[in-house]
């Protein structure tokens, strides 16, 4: 499969190899990553969770819309060109309050990145975590970043990445004495254990967006920075905020489902 030059830039820009990208406060964040997926969870409880943890938040990301939203055309072709190739198990360690919201919802609600390499230390540093156990059937929209790159930058992760918009099927499960060793930036154990099996990609998408809310970005930036700070965010931002990242990540993901061809895997 061939890529262009735009893709595997967005690839590489979402997992933080920022090397040869273009020298500027958008494609220089090797942490992109943190608010990339804050835009996909309603409010701002995502972007508060990640800043309390001392993520680094970028409010350049929100600056210019055109650019992210190519950006995100880019990322999302790439999974429409890469159905696995066979199933697989996989990790990752989650933060429950990410993890409540996938299993309230009953999808993958942003990118997910999982492991074929276990419950991965780096991701230890979150509070309050979930621990969970992913079956990806052949022919799930994914990219195996090991495929993907002949010089991939963290081998050791052997990272399995997960759009939005896949239907999951949760199954609680017991601790095993080294899952309950797995500790979260608090030093506390895990909160839950879960089987998730992957079970097809939504359609349930609406046709009809609100209007994109007039400066809802700058309104953002706003929000980012305050929470960088470690001050309160203005009720009003945060209401506009909200209301232009529900129907810019709406149009963003719709475009991908109505696209995709993975219907029955």
Request: proline share 6%; aromatic share 12%.
């Amino acid at each position: 499969m061939k890529y262009t030059e735009n893709e595997i830039r967005a690839v590489k820009y979402y997992i933080g190899d920022v090397r040869n990208l273009p020298e500027d406060g958008f494609w220089n964040d090797p942490k992109a990553y943190c608010l990339l997926n804050a835009l996909f969870f309603s409010g701002i409880t995502a972007e508060s969770s990640r800043s309390a943890e001392g993520k680094r938040l970028n409010p350049e990301i929100l600056a210019d819309i055109p650019r992210l939203t190519s950006f995100f055309e880019d990322l999302f072709s790439v999974f429409l060109k890469s159905p696995a190739k066979k199933n697989s198990s996989t990790f990752r360690v989650e933060r429950f309050s990410d993890y409540k919201v996938m299993r309230e919802s009953g999808k993958t609600v942003s990118f997910t990145s999982t492991s074929e390499a276990g419950f991965l230390k780096a991701y230890q540093d979150r509070q309050g975590i979930a621990l969970l156990k992913f079956e990806i059937p052949e022919h799930t929209p994914c990219i195996r970043m090991q495929e993907f790159f002949q010089n991939y930058v963290k081998p050791e992760e052997a990272e399995i990445l997960l759009p939005p918009g896949l239907n999951l099927h949760f199954e609680n499960l017991l601790f095993s004495e080294q899952e309950q060793q797995i500790l979260d930036a608090d030093g506390k154990p895990p909160l839950i254990s879960c089987a998730v099996s992957v079970q097809g990609i939504s359609r349930a998408c609406p046709e009809d967006f609100p209007v994109l809310p007039k400066e809802g970005n700058i309104a953002g930036i706003h929000v980012i920075e305050a929470l960088q700070s470690g001050r309160i965010p203005e009720d009003d931002e945060i209401f506009v905020y909200s209301a232009w990242k529900k129907a810019f990540s709406g149009r963003i993901l719709h475009d991908f489902l109505k696209n995709s061809q993975f219907e029955n895997f």
